[in-house]
Protein backbone atom coordinates (compact mmCIF):
# COMPACT_ATOMS: atom_id res chain seq x y z
CA UNK A 1 0.00 0.00 0.00
CA UNK A 2 1.46 3.21 -1.09
CA UNK A 3 1.32 5.73 1.95
CA UNK A 4 1.85 10.19 1.54
CA UNK A 5 3.19 11.26 4.63
CA UNK A 6 1.27 15.03 5.56
CA UNK A 7 4.56 16.19 8.37
CA UNK A 8 7.85 15.93 8.78
CA UNK A 9 7.86 15.89 12.60
CA UNK A 10 9.45 13.29 14.97
CA UNK A 11 6.17 11.44 15.06
CA UNK A 12 5.85 11.14 11.36
CA UNK A 13 9.60 9.68 11.78
CA UNK A 14 8.20 6.95 14.17
CA UNK A 15 5.66 6.27 12.00
CA UNK A 16 7.93 5.62 8.70
CA UNK A 17 10.46 3.20 10.72
CA UNK A 18 7.28 1.63 11.85
CA UNK A 19 5.67 1.06 8.82
CA UNK A 20 8.90 0.32 7.08
CA UNK A 21 8.39 -3.44 9.59
CA UNK A 22 5.55 -3.79 8.25
CA UNK A 23 4.69 -6.10 4.89
CA UNK A 24 3.25 -4.18 2.15
CA UNK A 25 3.97 -0.57 3.40
CA UNK A 26 5.35 1.05 1.06
CA UNK A 27 6.36 4.96 1.40
CA UNK A 28 5.89 7.21 -1.91
CA UNK A 29 5.39 10.73 -1.26
CA UNK A 30 5.53 13.80 1.60
CA UNK A 31 3.75 17.16 1.68
CA UNK A 32 4.96 19.80 3.42
CA UNK A 33 4.33 23.79 3.32
CA UNK A 34 7.68 24.83 2.36
CA UNK A 35 10.05 23.32 -0.32
CA UNK A 36 13.49 23.59 1.39
CA UNK A 37 11.73 21.07 4.34
CA UNK A 38 9.99 19.07 2.06
CA UNK A 39 13.13 18.36 -0.24
CA UNK A 40 15.37 17.90 2.81
CA UNK A 41 12.83 15.74 4.45
CA UNK A 42 12.28 13.52 1.27
CA UNK A 43 15.92 13.31 1.08
CA UNK A 44 16.61 11.97 4.83
CA UNK A 45 13.73 9.50 4.57
CA UNK A 46 14.14 8.09 0.96
CA UNK A 47 10.72 9.46 -0.15
CA UNK A 48 10.27 9.28 -3.77
CA UNK A 49 8.53 12.54 -4.53
CA UNK A 50 7.97 15.73 -2.01
CA UNK A 51 5.17 18.21 -2.74
CA UNK A 52 4.19 21.30 -1.40
CA UNK A 53 0.62 21.53 -2.70
CA UNK A 54 -1.68 18.91 -1.10
CA UNK A 55 -3.97 18.87 -3.73
CA UNK A 56 -1.10 18.16 -6.06
CA UNK A 57 -0.09 15.19 -4.11
CA UNK A 58 -3.73 13.46 -3.78
CA UNK A 59 -4.49 13.89 -7.17
CA UNK A 60 -0.67 12.17 -8.51
CA UNK A 61 -2.02 8.63 -8.36
CA UNK A 62 1.13 7.58 -6.83
CA UNK A 63 -0.76 6.83 -3.19
CA UNK A 64 -3.41 5.20 -2.18
CA UNK A 65 -3.69 6.66 1.60
CA UNK A 66 -2.36 9.42 3.67
CA UNK A 67 -1.20 9.98 7.27
CA UNK A 68 -1.90 13.21 8.71
CA UNK A 69 0.82 14.13 11.20
CA UNK A 70 0.58 17.97 11.24
CA UNK A 71 -0.51 20.56 13.97
CA UNK A 72 -4.05 18.93 15.34
CA UNK A 73 -5.84 22.28 14.09
CA UNK A 74 -4.89 20.99 10.11
CA UNK A 75 -6.11 17.79 10.83
CA UNK A 76 -9.51 18.28 9.38
CA UNK A 77 -9.46 20.34 6.69
CA UNK A 78 -6.04 18.22 5.46
CA UNK A 79 -8.92 15.20 5.55
CA UNK A 80 -11.01 16.57 3.69
CA UNK A 81 -9.20 17.37 1.15
CA UNK A 82 -7.87 14.19 1.00
CA UNK A 83 -10.70 12.13 1.09
CA UNK A 84 -12.34 14.47 -1.58
CA UNK A 85 -9.76 12.75 -3.86
CA UNK A 86 -10.99 9.38 -2.81
CA UNK A 87 -7.39 8.89 -0.28
CA UNK A 88 -7.92 6.96 2.72
CA UNK A 89 -6.96 8.48 5.95
CA UNK A 90 -5.00 7.70 9.33
CA UNK A 91 -5.04 10.70 10.73
CA UNK A 92 -3.45 11.66 14.12
CA UNK A 93 -4.62 12.18 17.37
CA UNK A 94 -6.64 14.28 18.40
CA UNK A 95 -9.17 13.55 15.07
CA UNK A 96 -9.82 17.10 15.12
CA UNK A 97 -10.01 20.63 17.00
CA UNK A 98 -13.73 19.86 18.16
CA UNK A 99 -16.48 17.66 17.89
CA UNK A 100 -18.04 19.53 14.92
CA UNK A 101 -14.76 19.21 13.09
CA UNK A 102 -14.76 14.96 13.65
CA UNK A 103 -18.51 14.69 12.64
CA UNK A 104 -17.28 16.54 9.36
CA UNK A 105 -14.42 14.29 8.68
CA UNK A 106 -16.98 11.09 9.33
CA UNK A 107 -19.24 12.33 6.89
CA UNK A 108 -17.36 12.87 4.40
CA UNK A 109 -15.81 9.55 4.83
CA UNK A 110 -18.75 7.79 4.22
CA UNK A 111 -19.73 9.82 1.46
CA UNK A 112 -16.41 9.06 -0.55
CA UNK A 113 -16.41 5.98 0.75
CA UNK A 114 -13.06 5.56 2.32
CA UNK A 115 -11.47 4.42 5.40
CA UNK A 116 -11.04 7.34 8.54
CA UNK A 117 -9.44 6.20 11.55
CA UNK A 118 -7.90 8.20 14.65
CA UNK A 119 -3.85 6.96 15.40
CA UNK A 120 -4.69 6.06 18.87
CA UNK A 121 -1.90 3.65 18.91
CA UNK A 122 -2.76 2.12 22.28
CA UNK A 123 -6.01 1.24 22.03
CA UNK A 124 -4.29 -1.29 19.29
CA UNK A 125 -1.76 -2.38 20.94
CA UNK A 126 -1.72 -6.62 21.88
CA UNK A 127 -2.19 -5.77 25.55
CA UNK A 128 -5.04 -3.44 25.30
CA UNK A 129 -6.57 -6.37 23.71
CA UNK A 130 -5.57 -8.60 26.58
CA UNK A 131 -7.47 -5.63 28.85
CA UNK A 132 -10.68 -5.45 26.90
CA UNK A 133 -10.58 -9.36 26.74
CA UNK A 134 -10.45 -10.03 30.52
CA UNK A 135 -12.15 -7.68 31.99
CA UNK A 136 -15.18 -9.55 32.50
CA UNK A 137 -13.61 -11.22 35.21
CA UNK A 138 -13.83 -7.88 37.37
CA UNK A 139 -17.00 -8.39 38.13
CA UNK A 140 -19.22 -5.54 38.18
CA UNK A 141 -16.82 -2.22 36.96
CA UNK A 142 -16.95 0.64 39.73
CA UNK A 143 -14.19 2.60 38.91
CA UNK A 144 -11.69 3.49 36.09
CA UNK A 145 -8.41 5.70 37.23
CA UNK A 146 -5.75 6.89 35.10
CA UNK A 147 -2.80 9.30 34.69
CA UNK A 148 -0.87 10.38 31.94
CA UNK A 149 1.91 12.90 32.81
CA UNK A 150 4.68 13.81 30.69
CA UNK A 151 6.99 16.64 31.52
CA UNK A 152 7.07 18.55 27.90
CA UNK A 153 10.58 18.90 26.32
CA UNK A 154 8.86 22.16 24.92
CA UNK A 155 8.18 23.77 28.30
CA UNK A 156 11.35 24.98 29.13
CA UNK A 157 11.34 26.89 25.78
CA UNK A 158 7.66 28.20 27.04
CA UNK A 159 8.73 29.42 30.29
CA UNK A 160 11.95 30.74 28.62
CA UNK A 161 9.52 33.16 26.75
CA UNK A 162 9.04 31.84 23.55
CA UNK A 163 6.03 30.37 21.89
CA UNK A 164 6.51 26.49 20.79
CA UNK A 165 3.68 25.29 18.66
CA UNK A 166 2.64 22.73 21.96
CA UNK A 167 1.55 25.09 23.57
CA UNK A 168 0.23 28.06 21.50
CA UNK A 169 -3.51 27.90 21.23
CA UNK A 170 -4.00 28.80 17.38
CA UNK A 171 -2.68 24.78 16.92
CA UNK A 172 -5.44 23.46 18.91
CA UNK A 173 -3.21 22.21 21.62
CA UNK A 174 -2.26 21.97 25.38
CA UNK A 175 -2.51 18.88 27.61
CA UNK A 176 -5.95 18.01 27.14
CA UNK A 177 -5.74 17.20 23.37
CA UNK A 178 -2.03 16.35 23.09
CA UNK A 179 -1.75 13.92 26.40
CA UNK A 180 -5.65 13.74 28.44
CA UNK A 181 -6.82 12.29 24.93
CA UNK A 182 -4.46 8.55 25.96
CA UNK A 183 -6.90 8.78 29.20
CA UNK A 184 -10.05 9.52 27.63
CA UNK A 185 -9.69 7.02 24.30
CA UNK A 186 -9.22 3.42 26.30
CA UNK A 187 -12.02 4.62 28.59
CA UNK A 188 -14.53 5.14 25.84
CA UNK A 189 -13.62 1.78 24.01
CA UNK A 190 -14.08 0.27 27.21
CA UNK A 191 -16.80 1.78 28.71
CA UNK A 192 -18.52 4.40 26.83
CA UNK A 193 -19.40 8.28 27.19
CA UNK A 194 -19.95 8.62 30.74
CA UNK A 195 -23.78 10.13 31.73
CA UNK A 196 -21.72 13.75 33.36
CA UNK A 197 -18.61 14.83 33.90
CA UNK A 198 -16.44 17.36 35.92
CA UNK A 199 -13.31 19.33 34.97
CA UNK A 200 -10.85 21.19 36.28
CA UNK A 201 -7.40 22.52 34.78
CA UNK A 202 -3.96 24.45 35.71
CA UNK A 203 -3.90 27.09 32.96
CA UNK A 204 -0.84 28.23 31.54
CA UNK A 205 -0.51 32.37 29.94
CA UNK A 206 -0.79 30.91 26.94
CA UNK A 207 -4.39 30.24 27.05
CA UNK A 208 -3.74 26.22 26.79
CA UNK A 209 -3.98 23.94 29.92
CA UNK A 210 -0.59 22.89 31.28
CA UNK A 211 -2.38 20.17 33.42
CA UNK A 212 -6.08 18.74 34.05
CA UNK A 213 -8.29 16.33 35.56
CA UNK A 214 -11.65 14.85 35.03
CA UNK A 215 -14.50 13.02 37.10
CA UNK A 216 -16.64 10.96 34.56
CA UNK A 217 -19.95 8.99 36.25
CA UNK A 218 -21.12 5.90 34.61
CA UNK A 219 -24.60 4.54 35.89
CA UNK A 220 -22.94 2.22 37.94
CA UNK A 221 -19.23 3.63 38.47
CA UNK A 222 -17.22 6.45 37.88
CA UNK A 223 -14.09 7.41 36.23
CA UNK A 224 -11.14 9.82 36.97
CA UNK A 225 -8.27 10.79 34.52
CA UNK A 226 -5.48 12.70 35.41
CA UNK A 227 -2.94 14.77 32.66
CA UNK A 228 -0.18 16.64 32.26
CA UNK A 229 2.08 18.49 29.80
CA UNK A 230 4.29 20.33 32.77
CA UNK A 231 4.48 17.45 35.16
CA UNK A 232 5.25 13.64 35.11
CA UNK A 233 3.29 10.57 36.34
CA UNK A 234 4.83 7.60 37.11
CA UNK A 235 1.33 6.22 38.39
CA UNK A 236 -0.41 2.98 37.09
CA UNK A 237 -4.16 3.05 35.59
CA UNK A 238 -6.35 0.66 37.60
CA UNK A 239 -9.69 -0.77 36.43
CA UNK A 240 -11.82 -1.86 40.02
CA UNK A 241 -14.03 -4.31 39.90
CA UNK A 242 -16.16 -5.83 43.11
CA UNK A 243 -14.10 -9.02 42.35
CA UNK A 244 -10.99 -8.19 41.55
CA UNK A 245 -8.59 -4.89 40.14
CA UNK A 246 -6.68 -4.64 36.53
CA UNK A 247 -3.29 -3.04 36.80
CA UNK A 248 -2.18 -1.67 33.59
CA UNK A 249 1.62 -0.25 34.24
CA UNK A 250 0.23 2.78 31.42
CA UNK A 251 -2.67 3.77 29.75
CA UNK A 252 -0.63 5.43 26.68
CA UNK A 253 1.60 2.14 26.28
CA UNK A 254 0.23 -0.71 28.34
CA UNK A 255 3.44 -2.89 28.38
CA UNK A 256 2.22 -5.12 31.75
CA UNK A 257 -1.17 -6.01 33.11
CA UNK A 258 -2.30 -7.98 35.92
CA UNK A 259 -5.44 -9.04 37.73
CA UNK A 260 -5.12 -8.77 41.26
CA UNK A 261 -8.07 -11.11 42.92
CA UNK A 262 -9.16 -10.07 46.77
CA UNK A 263 -7.90 -13.49 47.32
CA UNK A 264 -4.92 -12.54 47.24
CA UNK A 265 -3.86 -14.34 43.91
CA UNK A 266 -2.71 -12.61 40.79
CA UNK A 267 -3.09 -13.34 37.31
CA UNK A 268 -0.29 -11.94 34.53
CA UNK A 269 -2.22 -11.13 31.39
CA UNK A 270 0.93 -9.51 30.10
CA UNK A 271 1.17 -10.32 26.00
CA UNK A 272 4.23 -10.15 23.76
CA UNK A 273 4.59 -6.88 21.64
CA UNK A 274 6.89 -4.83 19.75
CA UNK A 275 8.06 -1.42 21.76
CA UNK A 276 6.91 0.44 18.34
CA UNK A 277 3.23 0.28 19.05
CA UNK A 278 2.59 2.36 15.45
CA UNK A 279 3.05 -1.02 13.69
CA UNK A 280 -0.45 -1.98 15.19
CA UNK A 281 -2.24 0.83 14.09
CA UNK A 282 -0.47 0.91 10.97
CA UNK A 283 -1.46 -3.19 10.04
CA UNK A 284 -5.19 -2.74 11.39
CA UNK A 285 -5.41 0.01 8.74
CA UNK A 286 -4.33 -1.38 6.11
CA UNK A 287 -6.09 -4.91 7.10
CA UNK A 288 -9.47 -3.15 7.00
CA UNK A 289 -8.62 -1.34 3.58
CA UNK A 290 -7.61 -4.81 2.23
CA UNK A 291 -10.54 -6.55 3.40
CA UNK A 292 -12.96 -3.60 1.91
CA UNK A 293 -14.00 -2.01 5.32
CA UNK A 294 -14.25 1.53 5.82
CA UNK A 295 -14.08 1.34 9.90
CA UNK A 296 -12.43 -0.17 12.63
CA UNK A 297 -14.06 -1.98 15.28
CA UNK A 298 -11.65 -0.24 18.32
CA UNK A 299 -10.80 3.15 16.71
CA UNK A 300 -14.13 3.46 15.48
CA UNK A 301 -15.57 7.01 14.26
CA UNK A 302 -18.13 6.52 17.61
CA UNK A 303 -15.14 6.41 19.45
CA UNK A 304 -13.13 8.92 18.23
CA UNK A 305 -16.57 11.31 18.74
CA UNK A 306 -17.37 10.31 21.58
CA UNK A 307 -13.90 10.98 23.42
CA UNK A 308 -13.67 14.46 21.20
CA UNK A 309 -17.51 14.87 23.23
CA UNK A 310 -15.87 14.47 26.52
CA UNK A 311 -13.04 16.63 25.70
CA UNK A 312 -15.55 19.42 24.41
CA UNK A 313 -17.09 19.22 27.39
CA UNK A 314 -14.31 19.44 29.42
CA UNK A 315 -12.41 22.59 27.64
CA UNK A 316 -16.30 24.48 27.92
CA UNK A 317 -15.96 23.53 31.73
CA UNK A 318 -12.22 25.15 31.79
CA UNK A 319 -12.77 27.88 29.92
CA UNK A 320 -10.21 26.72 26.74
CA UNK A 321 -11.55 27.49 23.75
CA UNK A 322 -9.99 27.53 19.95
CA UNK A 323 -9.88 29.34 16.97
CA UNK A 324 -11.36 26.56 15.18
CA UNK A 325 -14.16 26.41 17.47
CA UNK A 326 -15.13 29.80 16.07
CA UNK A 327 -18.15 27.98 13.92
CA UNK A 328 -18.56 24.89 16.32
CA UNK A 329 -21.73 24.78 18.21
CA UNK A 330 -20.82 23.26 21.27
CA UNK A 331 -24.15 21.12 21.83
CA UNK A 332 -25.29 20.27 17.87
CA UNK A 333 -23.07 17.50 17.70
CA UNK A 334 -24.65 15.57 20.16
CA UNK A 335 -27.92 16.43 18.70
CA UNK A 336 -27.35 15.21 15.31
CA UNK A 337 -25.93 11.48 16.02
CA UNK A 338 -27.58 10.89 19.59
CA UNK A 339 -24.50 10.43 21.51
Known amino acids: MRFGVIGTNWITEEFIRSGREVD????????????????????????????????????????DAVYIASPNSFHASQALVCMEHGMHVLCEKPLASNAAEVLQ??????????????????????NFRAIQGNLHKLGPIRRYVASNGQYSSRY????????????????????????????????????????????????????????????????????????????????????????????IDKINRPQKVEIRYRDGR????????????????????MELIQNGKRESATNSHQNSLMAMQIMDEARRQIGLRFPADAHADWGKQEEETGT
Not at 38 to 63: C, H, N
Not at 186 to 211: C, N, T
Not at 266 to 285: N, S
Open 266 to 285: VEDLTVPQTPHLMQYEIREF
Open 156 to 247: DAYKAGQMPNAFNPAFSNGALMDIGIYCVYPLVVLLGKPQRIQAEAVMLDSGVDGQGSILMRYPDCEAAVMYSKITTSFLPAEIQGEDATMV
Open 24 to 63: GFSLEAVYSRTEERAREFAARQGIPYWFTDLEDMVKSKRI
Open 105 to 126: MIQAARRHEVLLMEAVKSTLAP
